[in-house]
């Protein structure tokens, strides 16, 4: 029998194999993870449909796979599967997928129409375009034509087709959805996801003609955050405030605290400021809602989903503290130390890093005075926390060592005005300075 790649997630097509659990001749239980894959979300485990002995694998690691791929074959299935007449029935399914990965060759008959006058500007394309070290977009010569004619660069158009090649459909959506993004107007939303290729990067030069270089492949986690960072910073007018809290009354009952807790229930900063942004999100209800360019309209959450930032080895990862307003801190601080274990060993699912409303990212234990975070689209605003350092704070009276952390908001211009940020990181220095004002207002 055939083994593919299943559907892993809502919206997930693809990933690359980072890792192999089985080799020919290895006999499988159901479920039994034969290999892990990157996605756009997360690494997740490809397991086996049912009990039977890989007879083939047709991948390795580092390659792409869809879903619907083959990746293996396998025999001595158990019965209860065998007696399904229909088992023949995966084979035709995968073909079409391992035909489209010879597409690239019968695409180009999609253009052949006119091949015989197109001669002389193709090869001054491609002659323009393919220098030592670049790519040359995968496009036809009629694609890179109608690109020119528009004023598009087809090195910003992301392609739909296989291996990513351009269409002239690919072209003209792109113009179209610029256009939108432009006037906020139209029929169809301005925006409708992370739209593809705007943050494409031009050929570079050869720098080979300098000095030595060498290279190493983004890994999908760096491909993801390069694509949504320069998503953000090219399309949000960001405004980054800064403050300052005194924790240091927050800080001996954190210590204390722990000496008697267990080790899952340890208690950070970041679990106390998820708590504390929670209740801050309450009271600032537009911190907690996306803008709507294509309707005009600001979308209100009702719920609130506060994402970490969590370093690891593969890159940063954000999952998400789910109604985080609902939970104690003690509860947020175990729900926390499981996630960002979990986070760091590569186990998220997808599902557990979407449909955050608002982020934290606290560099305080590696250091620094203070940070502009990028607001994660389509959030409008997120919270930096850096190291808190001893300071000599005036009491009125004299100076007295006080421990200070320093925060810094960014946030949408477009939706939150500079007033309004200031009252918002205001309100969170003093609920962390003073917890009870927590509570103080219903």
Request: proline fraction near 9%; charge should be negative; hydrophobic fraction near 45%.
């Amino acid at each position: 029998m055939d083994i593919i790649v299943p559907e892993v997630s809502d919206g997930v097509s693809k990933g690359t194999v980072i890792s192999m659990t089985v080799a020919p001749g290895d006999r499988v239980e159901a479920d039994q993870t034969l290999l892990e894959m990157e996605t756009d979300k997360a690494v997740v485990a490809i397991p086996a449909p049912q009990a039977c002995t890989i007879t083939e694998i047709r991948i390795a690691e580092g390659d792409e796979v869809a879903v619907g791929d083959v990746i293996m074959t396998a025999e001595g299935a158990e019965e209860a599967a065998s007696p399904e007449p229909a088992a023949p029935e995966p084979d035709p399914e995968p073909a079409p997928v391992v035909e489209q990965k010879s597409e690239p060759a019968p695409a180009e008959p999609a253009s052949a129409p006119a091949p015989a006058k197109e001669p002389a500007p193709a090869a001054a394309v491609d002659l323009h375009t393919n220098r030592t070290g670049d790519l040359v977009a995968p496009a036809a010569p009629s694609v890179r034509r109608l690109a020119r004619e528009l004023g598009v660069d087809i090195y910003q158009v992301q392609g739909s087709g296989p291996a990513g090649r351009i269409s002239e459909d690919d072209v003209r959506r792109f113009v179209r959805e610029t256009m939108q993004r432009i006037t906020g107007g139209g029929p169809a939303p301005a925006v409708t996801g992370e739209f593809p290729g705007l943050h494409a990067q031009r050929p570079l030069a050869d720098f080979t003609q300098w000095g030595p270089v060498h290279t190493e492949p983004l890994s999908r986690v760096r491909q993801i955050t390069a694509d949504a960072m320069g998503y953000a910073w090219s399309t949000i007018p960001m405004v980054t405030q800064e403050d300052k809290a005194d924790i240091t009354d927050l800080e001996e009952f954190r210590r204390d605290f722990n000496r008697a807790a267990a080790a899952e229930a340890k208690l950070t900063m970041t679990a106390i400021l998820i708590k504390v942004c929670a209740a801050a999100l309450q009271a600032f209800p537009r911190f907690n809602s996306s803008l709507d360019l294509a309707q005009m309209e600001l979308i209100f959450k009702d719920h609130i989903h506060i994402g970490v930032a969590v370093d690891t080895p593969g890159g940063l990862l954000v999952p998400v503290i789910r109604d985080a307003d609902a939970k104690g801190i003690e509860t947020l601080a175990v729900a926390l130390n499981e996630l960002a274990g979990r986070t760091r060993e590569r186990k998220l699912s997808p599902a557990e890093m979407e449909g955050g409303t608002f982020t934290i990212s606290n560099l305080g234990g590696i250091g620094g005075t203070a940070f502009s975070p990028i607001v994660y689209a389509p959030q409008v605003a997120i919270l930096g926390v850096s190291r808190a350092q001893m300071r000599p704070v005036w009491d009125g009276t004299a100076f007295a060592p006080r421990m200070v952390m320093p925060l810094s908001l960014t946030y949408d211009h477009r939706v939150i005005d500079g007033a309004d940020g200031a009252r918002f990181l205001r309100w969170i220095c003093a609920a962390v300075e003073q917890p009870l004002n927590l509570v103080m207002k219903g």
